[in-house]
């Protein structure tokens, strides 16, 4: 789908360019070959960049519009954690774990349609308005702000408050000693 509305969104406007980082899809050679296949295909006239695997991420998001997030079946995609850590604003399908973090409207935005024509339509309007408009007063700080009670920091501070409070409950009695 991400194809699709990169598409879509280069017909509406001249400029954008689309980036893809991350592994190789090796281990998943049939999903590889249909994408490749796909991008092939796909009128970007050179504008659809995969880069591989990075460790500066922050730079790449440093330097980006917007992340477009197209998977509707996805444990909790961290890639929009960081994107909105950075301020970036995030256009995303409706995928159930993205309810915990995205406020539509408020810290990001949720494409919820029932067809992929549908959902593809919406995602590249939103893009649009986001590139063209940008986003409200408040948004790119309601985002971080949100993200960061998703953090690893903030995930293990809030394990290790559950583990002190177990331990606490279940006080063992003293053994006397004979």
């Known amino acids: 789908m991400f194809l699709k509305v ?6 509406l406007m001249p400029d954008p360019h689309f980036v893809v ?4 899809f090796a281990e998943h050679s049939e999903y590889e070959r249909c994408f490749t ?3 092939s295909r796909a009128a970007l006239n050179g504008r659809f960049h995969r880069i591989g695997f990075r460790f500066d991420i922050s730079t790449l998001l440093a330097e980006s519009a917007a992340l477009v997030f197209t998977s509707r079946h996805e444990g909790f995609p961290r890639v929009v954690i960081e994107a909105m850590l950075h301020k970036i604003p995030v256009v995303a399908a409706s995928c159930e774990a993205l309810g ?5 409207g408020i810290n990001g935005y949720l494409v919820r349609e029932t067809s992929e024509e549908a959902e593809i339509g919406a995602l590249t309007d ?5 590139l063209r408009q940008g986003v409200p007063n408040n948004f790119r700080e309601n985002a971080a702000r949100t993200a960061s009670r998703f953090t690893v920091g903030a995930h293990v501070q809030s394990m290790e408050e559950l583990y002190e409070e177990l331990l606490a409950a279940r006080k063992e009695p003293a053994c006397a000693s004979a």
């Open 6 to 11: 990169a598409e879509r969104l280069s017909e």
């Open 21 to 24: 980082a991350g592994g190789s």
């Open 37 to 39: 296949k796909e991008l």
């Open 100 to 104: 915990e973090c995205i406020q539509d």
């Open 126 to 130: 939103r893009l649009v308005q986001v």
